[in-house]
């Protein structure tokens, strides 16, 4: 091989090398992995740093909710969106807070211990539709311990419901199938809010479903009034003596010992 030769081939694959660099350079970069389409987010158990992102679909007033177990445990988080803080809480303990959220892509960025969520305000209990391709997470505020959610399935075959209390304590699910109603208790300590979250397992992604709920107390255990009690408790202690003193008399006559 010539010394032409070895420069022609020299030349030959630095211009390839340039090539396949400029190529790299305009190649477009891997798309970030898309952002979570639902009303709502949650619920998220967070022991460190946690970031979601969620795409809301539906402007509206959410519901910001933390929970931690213990006194000494604490859940900081914010809501971000499209890099402009827009909500932010820290807390220890159980709380919610409202906040007005505009659609769109939103970052939630939770540090500490314990659980958190973003529900959509469902604090009407009418009835409202819903669609099939989207995960609901809603904030309810019942009036007692037992929850009923009345479900009008639409599209939907199947729709799973799943309910936790105030601190954000899992409570239970059911899966329905067919229109109709699933019931839930709520522990007594816990039942001044919430968290529903209802996800269509199976269904028409164009389709809606409906769903209501109301709650109730239980009824009240018995109790007397204080002078009924105060009267019986004087009245029965008489009666069993008065009683007594028949019995004894209808002996004596009996035994021919007079009354």
Known sequence: ??????????????????????????????AAAAAA????IGVL?????LQENITLPVAGTYYLGLATDDASSFVNASVTYNGS?????NRTGSAAAA???????????????GRAALAWDFTNGSLREFPDNQTLVAFLRPSGPRLRVTVALGDARSLSLSVYDAGLRF??????????SADFVLPSARADAAYLLATV?????GGRFGLSWSASSPPPAFSLDPWLAAFLWILVPVAVAALLFLLVRRARI???MGP
């Open 201 to 205: 397992t199976a269904g028409n992604p």
């Open 171 to 180: 409570v239970g699910n059911e899966t329905v199938t067919a229109s109709g």
């Open 37 to 40: 389409s639902g009303m709502g």
């Open 99 to 113: 906040v007005s959220l505009p659609a769109g892509n939103y970052t939630v960025s939770l540090a500490g211990r």
């Open 254 to 256: 009996r035994r021919g």
């Open 85 to 89: 803080l827009l909500a932010q809480d």
């Open 45 to 49: 158990s967070v022991d460190g740093v």
């Open 1 to 30: 091989m010539t010394p032409d030769d070895r420069r022609i081939r020299r030349t030959l694959a630095l211009a390839a090398a340039a090539a396949a660099i400029l190529l790299v350079a305009a190649a477009p970069a891997p």
